[in-house]
């Protein structure tokens, strides 16, 4: 894996949750930027898939193991997209709240896939 790749995922998810953890402080749903910067942060772990399965391609192979590591790429691909779609049902401060915890799940699955491919 590419570590600046995996360093940038976490930096930018974790600047997400602190930005809809403020807006749900402030009693506040998600709002159309917020949307912007979950499109950011998405388009970062497609990169991330996309890289990590030319790798897997290329023969190179995670130390514990390549289905570990594509569930974790899967999973950290769907986090964001999926509380964004739950933001939406939820138009309360909830929403926003919901954003920020799938940002530092986010952040937490990037550390993982990181030891995963032996980091």
Known sequence: MLDALTIATSVAALALAAWCGFAAFRDQPTKDWHFIGMAVVTLL????????????????APEQGTTLFV????????????????????????????????AVVLAVLEVRLYDIWGG
């Open 45 to 60: 772990t497609l990169v991330q898939l996309i890289v990590g399965i030319v790798q897997l391609a290329r023969g190179e």
């Open 71 to 102: 569930a974790y790429l899967i999973g950290s691909a769907c986090a964001v997209p999926a509380a964004a779609f739950m933001s939406l049902g939820e138009r309360t401060r909830w929403g926003s709240a919901t954003v920020a915890a799938s």
